[in-house]
């Protein structure tokens, strides 16, 4: 059996892992058997020599990503293990069928596996590794996913050009690492979705928006929609499909706002109810009208640390306002954050001092999150991003 580095943890500072977060902080650090290099597996013990974890080192605040709470060798038949026990949930939740074959795989520490991110396309997996032990694992990781998946898997996309820590310089570069003749066709509840994980945002499409678009489709029927912040126009189709008099979608990315075009015309053909704007959110929503009785409002992160926290929640505010103050009467609107430093609590208020300075009566009928194959890790509520209000606005 491989022994690894040692860690040694100043006293009391394993009470956290007791707990099984799924993170060492440097500052928990007494010292080290010896230095290990960016990414290498470490065992972490408490200051007494006694065993706690295993995990990926690397430096930064974040010093020790945990693997396993047992002592085990990270191997390739360890990433089977994970991984299979990922898809086993996905498969018992119903979660993976022919109409729907776009769903994540692996949620970092929502499945054990801190650092990585799997999303499924159709027969394609694109990987991304958020830490340098997963991204020297890549290789070990595509195998065991071959092993797991079977046919069903013909190629796997590395794609960690920029999730890397910059200050690790790994320089890794996006490519397949398995397969590469690759449909881009992916179904989401029975609507396909052109998924362009070469030049794409992500892994190249908003996967966690899924079950949120399912509940829009439910109150589109004789709606005018504005779909802000469309991407590759998810809940448009959704809209569409449940029978919307008409979608706007607007996004300030032309590339999006082809691949949108594309999209409607793979699902709907020349569907005069449609049209796309490539624009500024902001700009867009001073010119428009009051026309639209179903908003959505899903921008990118507007805080990604917690020291910009405040100009987000400004951000937020601003834009739902512009929301609040045109939709017209009897008008629903659905409205994200996707920003981890945003809890739900701070989400929220923003959202009331925003209807407040519009002065309309707003209700709220749903409160929304990240769906099941975005799960949360009892011990690191951290996983928790997504969050959303579905309002009606009188
Ligand atoms: N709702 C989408 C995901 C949105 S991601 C879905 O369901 O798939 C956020 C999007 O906001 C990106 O496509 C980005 O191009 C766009 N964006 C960022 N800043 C913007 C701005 N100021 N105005 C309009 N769109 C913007």
């Known amino acids: 059996m491989k022994t690894y580095t040692k860690i040694y943890l ?34 972490v013990c408490d200051s007494t020599g006694h065993f706690l974890a295993i995990g990926h080192y690397q430096i930064g605040s974040i010093a020790v990503r945990i693997l396993s709470f047992t002592p085990v060798q990270i191997d390739e038949a360890f990433f089977v293990q994970r991984l299979r026990s990922a898809y086993v949930m996905r498969q018992s939740l119903c979660l993976i069928t022919p109409e729907n074959n776009t769903y994540r795989l692996v949620h970092g520490e929502g499945d054990n596996l801190s650092g990585l991110i799997i999303d499924i396309y159709g027969e394609t997996a694109v990987l991304q590794a958020h830490s340098p032990g997963m991204h020297f694992a890549r290789h070990q990781i595509a195998s065991a996913l071959k092993q797991v998946m079977g046919e069903s898997l013909q190629n796997v996309y590395y794609k960690s050009e920029t999730t890397l820590p910059y200050k690790a310089q790994l320089e890794a570069e996006n490519g397949y690492i398995i397969g590469g003749e690759a449909s881009n066709i992916a179904m989401e509840h029975g609507l396909k979705f052109y998924v ?21 489709e439910r109150y589109a029927q004789g709606r005018s929609v504005l779909n802000m912040f469309c991407y590759t126009g998810g809940f448009s189709f959704y809209a569409m499909r449940g029978g919307a008099k008409c979608v706007h979608s607007v996004d300030s990315s032309a590339k999006a706002i082809d691949l949108t075009n594309k999209n409607v015309a793979l699902n709907f053909g020349d569907d005069a109810r449609h049209q796309a704007f490539a624009e500024d959110a902001f700009k867009f929503l001073d010119r428009m009208g009051d026309q639209y009785d179903l908003i959505i ?8 640390h917690k020291n910009v926290l405040r100009n987000a929640l400004q951000g937020y505010r601003k834009l739902n306002a512009k929301a609040f103050e045109k939709i017209k009467s009897g008008g629903i609107l659905f409205t994200f954050s996707c920003s981890q430093v945003v809890s739900k609590e701070n989400f929220r208020l923003t959202v009331f001092s925003a209807a407040a300075q519009s002065g309309r009566k707003v209700r709220i009928i749903h409160q929304l999150t990240q769906p099941a194959d975005h799960p949360i890790n009892i011990y690191h509520p951290e996983g928790e991003y997504l969050k959303g209000l579905v309002l009606y606005v009188e």
């Open 10 to 43: 100043k006293t009391g500072k394993e009470d956290s892992l007791k707990r099984f977060h799924p993170w060492i902080f440097s500052g928990a650090i007494h010292r080290f058997e010896q230095q290990p290099e960016e990414g290498d597996v470490v065992e």
């Open 196 to 216: 362009d994980w070469l030049r794409g945002q992500k892994t190249g499409f908003f996967v966690d928006q899924r079950e949120n678009r399912v509940l829009l």
């Open 297 to 304: 409002l899903d921008p990118p992160a507007f805080a990604k």
